[in-house]
């Protein structure tokens, strides 16, 4: 489901990615309500697979400034080729990249965009409430989930993201490299590394949240997420603020030898405490 935007920039990009899994898409509603005015941003949905479900479609009509991209992949799931996608196709000024399946208020968009406005460099995160593990159905009740909902982890970098779109192609987007695939990824962590080695202003919203409803979280990939902060560790320390593999495939280049070595490092350690 692919549809050819109009030639105008927009203020704000909202880019969601998605792999055929998304339970709900509660965040769609709730973005054709923004007090943002709607010819001042635009949304993309972009599905690594090559279909798109019914529900996103009827939610989507009629919506001038909301698109849906199809990357027609196979295999394993790799979010990074969706995200980088959504960069390149983003005719916004400023990019804002939450988990797709959580609820904000109706002034989120017009918040963000007066804080970029304000600040060129600004990398601003938003923190992730999450509700609580429950017995009963799913509830996307908005002011449900902002009375139940908690800070679980205080540095979510993934949970959602805003800043220039320049920026992230300084960068050269997302990491791409075959580590970084699977259903579990520090991508948010990494992006963060990476933009703070470039001197990017780091902001923590203090009154904007995001609200998650409670899902189960795979365990199977853990061990994938071990070796991507193995990698991410060593971007820090060498002050690297590019991907191996990214938008501009010009950039790539192969892992360096020494971090090779600990990748091979931790991998022994991971496969001798399995049974």
Known sequence: MNTQPAAQKVKITVIMVDGSFRPHFALIDLLKSQTLAAEDYEVLWIEYYDEIKQELIDKMHGQRNFRAITLKKSGTYHSSYCFNRGITEARGEVLVIPDADVLVEADFLETAWGEHRAHDQLAMYVFRMD?????????????????????????????????????????????????????????????????????????????????????????????????????????????????????????????????????????????????
């Open 131 to 275: 509700e609580p593990k429950r017995e009963s159905s799913l509830c996307l009740d908005l002011n449900y989930l902002k009375r139940v909902c908690v800070l679980t982890n205080p540095q979510n970098y993934g949970g959602c993201l805003t800043i220039r779109k320049k920026w992230l192609m300084k960068v050269n987007g997302y990491e791409q490299h075959d580590m970084f695939g699977g259903g579990a990824h520090a991508n948010g962590r990494d992006v963060y590394t990476r933009l703070k080695n470039m001197g990017m202003y780091v902001k923590w919203h203090p009154q904007l949240r995001l609200y998650h409803p409670w899902h189960p979280h795979p365990q199977r990939f853990q061990d994938g997420y071990v070796l991507q902060n193995v990698l991410i560790d060593h971007r820090a320390a060498c002050l690297d603020m590019l991907p191996y593999n990214g938008i501009d495939p010009a950039f790539d280049r192969d892992l360096p030898q020494s971090l090779q070595v600990k990748l091979d490092a931790e991998r022994s350690r991971i496969l001798s405490r399995r049974p």
